[in-house]
């Protein structure tokens, strides 16, 4: 959750403000889009929600946490325990396999896949024969299910993922949507999902428009077409 977050990037004349006093509640066990233009904030709002990045003024929250409370270190551990990761630059360990990679993040803190919990996820992203490998042994698309995968298997509280069906081929796509909604529908674990793609959207239970760093709209149920005439709307 967002209160009157404000980020500016640079000073003087060159500065941009990526997000402009936006609050906004990403409600617990909801899958929640986020849609708007290009560089209209959407990934800071992110970032700044997953305390990957510090706002300039205002405050994240994450669950009851206020995160500007927390020193590094308790950051990175919350930020381990109850977040789960899809970015666009996929940050998976080029010298491990792509089992050690889905495994790292419980690894880190000590702990293993819940049981058959690993297989359910390799299944479902179809990466069984694919789990020796290392990344530049991958697809491209492969290596976007690794990092989903990654995301998932330690059932965290949310997950914040930036196009995570951006690289893929549609059925894919509909199969890592389908899955991410079994994840908020079954375990009731919270997405955040920046898309271009209506259709995508439309497996949310909500969108939030983003318009030059403010929160221009919110959507309940949203259906493809009703997505993409708040885009036509916003003209671009
Ligand atoms: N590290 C940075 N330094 C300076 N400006 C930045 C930085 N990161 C983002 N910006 C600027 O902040 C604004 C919002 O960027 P952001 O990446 O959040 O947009 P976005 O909606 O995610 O865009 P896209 O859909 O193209 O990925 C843009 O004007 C961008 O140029």
Not at 6 to 31: E, H, M, N, W
Not at 143 to 165: C, G, S
């Amino acid at each position: 959750m967002l209160v009157g977050a404000v980020k500016r990037y640079g000073s003087g004349q060159s500065t941009v403000v990526a997000l402009d006093d936006v609050t906004i509640a990403f409600p617990a066990g909801k899958f929640t889009a986020v849609m708007g233009p290009s560089g209209s904030g959407k990934s800071t709002m992110m970032h700044c929600a997953a305390g990957l990045d510090q706002l300039t003024t205002g405050r994240a929250f994450v669950g009851n946490t206020d995160l500007s409370t927390l020193d590094d270190r308790a950051l990175t551990m919350l930020r381990r325990e109850r977040i789960g990761f899809v970015f666009q630059t996929l940050n998976l360990v080029g010298t491990l396999t792509a089992e050690e990679n889905i495994c790292l993040p419980l690894t880190l803190s000590g702990r293993r896949p819940s049981d058959g919990v690993l297989d359910q996820v390799v299944s479902m992203l179809r990466l069984g024969d694919r789990m020796r490998h290392r990344p530049a042994e991958l697809s491209g698309g492969q290596q976007q299910r690794v990092a989903i995968a990654r995301a998932l298997v330690a059932r965290p509280h949310v997950v914040f993922a930036d196009e995570p069906t951006g690289n893929l081929d549609t059925r894919s796509g509909q199969e890592i949507l389908g899955y991410l909604r079994s994840a908020v529908d079954k375990h009731h674990q919270s997405i955040v999902m920046v898309t271009h793609d209506p259709n995508a959207a439309a497996w949310a239970d909500h969108v939030v428009f983003v318009v030059d760093g403010r929160v221009h709209d919110v959507m309940d149920r949203p259906s493809a077409d009703s997505v993409l005439d708040v885009m036509k709307g916003l003209g671009r």
